[in-house]
């Protein structure tokens, strides 16, 4: 694949020839892979890179002399290098490799918050958090007597109530943490705008980014957070690793969060010192071929450009917008505009779960449940949401089909009823 202009349209059959796993049939009928914000597919090439890693340079990293060694070391340290580029930071040693959104998150939560968070504290969340930015805080909250604060979500999550941030923000806020791109309702916040509240305040802000990397152009210089947290295997690359951005100072100032190989520096028997940042929050053998494959995805999307990306999933979503409009019984959560490729809706009195199971015999593969946003679902009024999410390379031809497999639904339950 050749780089391209950011003006010129995606070619969606050119991509999906890069896709091994979309050629294929379920149930008799095309794939129809309509998940991706739960994880996405790989490129042939992310498949290939960390097959050739483990087939030609796998060693342990940092402390080897011998030629794999060396290799390796300088296969996941130039990942890093790569990764870092691809979200505007300045200094590849901000770049801590995790397992994911999580990880990063917890680590954040346990790190940093064990030593600057107290009794008495605050935290300010939201109310359409994934519940790996809430479950964290809740045990930090639990183990320093600090207490979560809650940013309010518009009527069928549209979007934050941005003036309880004026409200709830006070010189007790420690932290301020947000997603940038909802999961469920699809809403982009302002994070750039709630991290300059932040230190306004005098806090810090710590963004979740799972959902906005793999979709949009994303410069952590830019949205001036302090943390910014995202998970490979959402943005073609390969599950269990992820990305940790922190504010370099910050980071230098942050106690170790896990003990034991390659953090250490000295270690005598009863006290150590600490390895440089970032190694000095990478534990144990990391995950190389994971972070060489990471880096190749990095590759892979930006050589289709982000823009183009953003263009073609916007396009693609309100194409679907528009055809699930032509069902009255149909409720689509979320913003109407400036939203993500996310689309949350109920179909009437169908329960989601048996809607994903019979658009899945037709091919279609949706997401129903809960989606880790359970305090958002109480919000709504509902117990579950099914959910259709889409990547680069997906086509209006796949939301046709969709739209095809909500009628067959119909027909199976007798009507959609309402």
Known sequence: MTTVSTREPID???????FP???????????????????SQRPERVIEALS???????????????????????????????????????????????RGTTEAINLVAGAWGG????EGDEILLTKMEHHSNLVPWQLLAERTGARLRFVDVQPEGAGLVMEDYERLLSERTRLVAVTHVSNTMGAVNPVAEIADRAHDAGALCLV?????????PVDVEEIGCDFYAFSGHKMCGPTGIGGLWVRGDLLEQMPPWQGGGEMINRVELESSTWAEVPQKFEAGTPNIGGAVALAEAVRYLEEVGMDRIRRHEDELTSYAMERLDEFPEVTVYGPREERAAVLSFAYGDIHPHDLATILDRTGVAIRAGHHCNQPLMDELGVTATARASFALYNTRDE???????????ADVFGGAGG
């Not at 969606?12 to 890069?18: C, G, L």
């Not at 050629?23 to 914000?37: F, I, K, R, S, T």
């Not at 979740?208 to 949009?216: I, L, N, R, S, T």
């Not at 939301?399 to 639904?409: K, N, P, W």
């Open 52 to 98: 050739r890693y483990y087939r030609r340079d796998h060693a342990n990293v940092h402390r080897g002399a011998h030629a794999l060694s060396v290799r390796a070391t300088d296969a996941y340290e130039a990942a890093r290098t790569t990764v870092a580029e691809h979200i505007g930071a300045d200094d590849a040693s901000e770049l801590v490799f995790v």
């Open 399 to 409: 939301v046709d089909a969709l739209i095809e497999g909500l009628d067959f639904a």
């Open 115 to 118: 030593a600057s968070v107290g």
């Open 21 to 39: 796993i979309l050629d294929q049939e379920v149930h008799g009928q095309p794939l129809v892979y309509l998940d991706n914000a739960a994880s």
């Open 12 to 18: 969606v059959e050119e991509i999906r020839a890069d």
């Open 208 to 216: 979740d980014g799972a959902q906005a990397v793999p979709h949009m």
